[in-house]
């Protein structure tokens, strides 16, 4: 496809048309531009169901030029191949986005455990703003994207644990649904996450 970005569902309302993306931005900076995204995709169940098991989505972005040329953005940028999800154990590499924490990404390499059915990691202090973060992989062909920072809670109730989506079947239905670009998929919008705040 080459135009492929991928997120928690919880992350998008309504098409997610005219969202923008702009990988690598540091400290005020957008190495390779911003991008814009034309539709988002979902597995089919995630409207009626809003599982934290189904917290995945596909998002399809336009080509831009670059220096004269229309360019796709896995063209410019390079790009991860999608896995499934981790085995207990195994490191992941999680950059993330934190609400109103300076202009830079912040990086952690953490083992994976599970509770219950979602993969999870440890790691200071991944805040809102880090939903949708790609949890990534290294193994014998290179980096593979094995969850996003979402699934139960919406990705955590504390800073220090963060959770994804059990990759499976239906992230492959949601990816499947993406490359074929039929109709996209309308996102009611976030629910309650089921933390409980203290006063």
Do not use: K
Not at 124 to 150: F, K, Q
């Amino acid at each position: 496809m080459g135009d492929l970005l991928v997120t928690a569902t919880h992350c998008i309302a309504g098409g997610a048309e005219g969202y923008t993306f702009a990988p690598g931005y540091h400290d005020g900076v957008e190495p390779y531009g911003s991008w814009t995204v034309t539709g988002a995709y979902a597995a089919p169940q995630w409207v009626s169901q809003r599982s934290p098991r189904l917290d995945v989505a596909f998002l399809v972005v336009a080509p831009r030029r670059r220096h004269g040329r229309l360019r796709q953005i896995q063209a410019v940028t390079g790009a991860n191949r999608l896995g499934t999800a981790p085995a207990r154990g195994t490191r992941v590499t999680v950059p993330a986005y934190p609400v109103g924490r300076d202009d830079r990404p912040l990086t952690c390499t953490a083992r994976v455990y599970y509770r219950g059915s979602y993969p999870a990691f440890d790691c200071n202090p991944y805040v809102d703003g880090t939903s949708g973060s790609p949890w990534l992989r290294h193994g014998p062909t290179g980096w593979e994207v094995v969850g996003v920072i979402g699934g139960l809670h919406q990705g955590g109730c504390e800073p220090w644990t963060s959770y994804s989506a059990p990759f499976g079947a239906a992230t492959r239905q949601a990816y499947s649904a993406a490359v074929r670009g039929r109709r996209t998929t309308v996102f009611p919008g976030a629910e309650s996450d089921g933390c409980t705040t203290g006063l």
